[in-house]
């Protein structure tokens, strides 16, 4: 059982940054693959990274890649993404999610294989 808590969220400019992050509470943070999604106005959920327990492995959405890094600090059941050169197509409620995982190498970017969210933040960038 895990509970996730999003912070970090609001209103840039194109071009600005941002970093999202997820505090987590429970003793077994590092048992848990994480993920980031991200759901925009009219359009379906979609992964926009992931980062394996220890933090080793990671998928990036191609859209993001070179702009978003996903991170994690174990130590403070966290988990980061940094948003640099944010785009308006970027404008999304951000969803941490987390995932029970026993060592699985292919990355999970299916939302319904994720246990737990947060409650989302809010991310709006103007053009």
């Known amino acids: 059982q895990v509970q996730l808590v999003e912070s970090g969220g609001g209103l840039v400019q194109a071009g600005g940054s941002l970093r999202l992050s997820c505090a987590a509470s429970g003793r077994t943070f590092s048992s848990y693959a994480m993920g980031w999604f991200r759901q925009a106005p009219g359009k379906e959920r979609e992964c926009v990274g992931v980062?394996?327990?220890?933090?080793?492995?990671?998928y990036d959405l191609e859209s993001v890649k070179g702009r978003f890094t996903i991170s994690r600090d174990n130590a403070k059941n966290t988990v980061y993404l940094q948003m640099n050169s944010l785009k308006p197509e970027d404008t999304a409620v951000y969803y941490c999610?987390?995932?029970?995982?026993?060592?699985?190498?292919?990355?999970?970017?299916?939302?319904?294989?994720?246990?737990?969210w947060g409650q989302g933040t809010q991310v709006t960038v103007s053009s």
């Open positions: 999610a987390a995932r029970y995982d026993m060592g699985t190498m292919v990355p999970i970017t299916a939302w319904g294989r994720y246990n737990y």
């Open positions: 980062i394996s327990r220890s933090g080793g492995n990671r």
